[in-house]
């Protein structure tokens, strides 16, 4: 069980880690994005008690769930959508997270556009930075775009959003770091600076090959309790 104490035990432990990374590498601080998908409001409310504000979230239900409760007490919260979006759900989805790091299709990346064009003075979008994800390893049943349409999907995008930069989950069973570069290398041909890599099992490989933005789930709350994990997606 995770207990408050050991949540603020690791994230103390990670900050030290990653202060002392950054500065090693001559380089600033990330975003440190605490993955609270499955997580209970208390355990948020922990990691929100000890000043984080980043936090990321893989479903859009679950998180309508969560936060419009807890912004009202943070409002500061900038919250991150990392999981696959439906484009049924996209509605709903600009209008809850700051950032959404999964633009990964043609149908999805139209779907928004027509949104926020109808939607000119934003009310109703609260979204302001987008990531497009890439499928590095070319997983057919991985989300992501993959790498032979990159570089056209991605300008797209460009041309169509306010684009901050791309995102990726490295391919398993492999070492992370020649997918982490790949993805600096696509982010650099397109002039973008936004580097959304790096979970917890991989973090530190991932600053040293340029992520901006670090997604912490486990290192953060320890490890999910599988009973309440729902494997449909
Ligand atoms: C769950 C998740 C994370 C966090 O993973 P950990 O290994 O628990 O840190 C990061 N990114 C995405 C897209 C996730 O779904």
């Known amino acids: 069980m995770t207990t408050h104490q050991n949540i603020k035990d690791n994230l103390s432990g990670i900050m030290t880690r990653c202060e002392a990374r950054c500065h090693a590498l001559s380089r600033p601080l990330p975003v440190v994005v605490v993955v609270s998908k499955t997580q209970p409001p208390e355990a948020i409310e922990e990691v929100l008690a000890l000043g984080f504000r980043h936090f990321g979230e893989n479903r859009v239900q679950e998180a309508l769930g969560k936060w419009p409760a807890l912004r009202q007490r943070y409002p500061d919260v900038v919250l991150h959508l990392i999981g696959n979006l439906q484009t049924n759900k996209a509605k709903e989805a600009l209008g809850l997270f700051d950032v959404i790091h999964t633009v990964d299709r043609p149908s999805l990346l139209e779907k928004i556009v027509r949104l926020r064009e109808a939607d000119p003075t934003n009310t109703s979008t609260r979204t302001k930075e987008f990531f497009v994800e890439v499928n590095l390893g070319d997983e057919a049943q991985k989300a992501g775009v993959a790498l032979p ?70 290192a953060v709350f320890g490890q999910v309790d599988r009973v309440h994990v729902d494997p449909v997606q």
């Open 149 to 218: 349409q990159a570089d056209a999907f991605i300008t797209a995008a460009q041309q169509a959003l306010p684009l901050s930069g791309l995102m990726a989950i490295p391919p398993r069973d492999q070492p992370p770091a020649p997918a982490f570069r790949a993805l600096a290398d696509l982010a650099r041909r397109h002039h973008l600076h936004g580097l959304s890599m790096g979970m917890s099992g991989d973090w530190e490989e991932a600053l040293a090959c340029g992520a901006t933005h670090l997604r912490l789930g486990t």
